[in-house]
């Protein structure tokens, strides 16, 4: 099993892929398969995010470029831009990790969160895309609250 010591930003070719969803792309201790089928430890700093295109360097060489794997999430639209900010605000408030994009925001699949969206004048509808949540303004990484379980609940300053 190779051991992955190293996030860097690259370009080229790799060793091998990993495509991950976003839960498991805020893990920095884990057990991975690659792409490739071959077995992995992901072993970098408590914190480390991983986001669409990064690469690592195992401890023999290897580089693995990391992609975001397809999952479902909850987008809600609006031409109204005041209405966008609110159901940004709201979200953000909350902790919830949170694409934004010219006219939508995109969370997680969660029905209370969706009918909030809605109440707020956001149409609502699922689809499947690569989640490239927002990161810290103040902080370029994510950090675990004292009270993060490292569950599916767990989340970092998505705002």
């Not at 295109?53 to 975001?68: E, I, N, P, Q, S």
């Not at 969660?110 to 895309?129: A, N, P």
Request: glycine share 12%; net charge negative; charged share 25%.
């Amino acid at each position: 099993m190779i051991e992955l010591i190293e996030k860097f930003k690259g370009a080229g070719e790799a060793g091998d892929n990993v495509t991950l969803p976003y839960e498991l792309r805020q893990r920095s201790r884990q057990r991975l398969r690659l792409d490739s089928g071959r077995e992995a430890a992901l072993l970098l700093p408590h914190g480390t995010v991983l986001d669409d295109g990064d690469y690592l360097r195992a401890a023999d060489g290897t580089t693995v470029k990391v992609a975001a794997a397809i999952e479902t999430i909850a987008i809600g639209r609006t031409a109204d831009p005041l209405r966008l900010a609110r159901a940004c605000y709201h979200l953000g408030n909350r902790h919830v990790p949170l694409q934004v994009g010219d006219g939508w925001i995109g969370h997680q699949v969660d029905h209370v969160l969706e009918e909030m969206v809605r109440g707020l004048g956001l149409m609502v509808t699922h689809e499947s895309v690569c989640f490239q949540p927002e990161r810290g303004a103040y902080d370029g990484h994510a950090h675990a609250h004292p009270h993060d379980s490292g569950g599916p609940h767990s989340h970092g300053h998505h705002h």
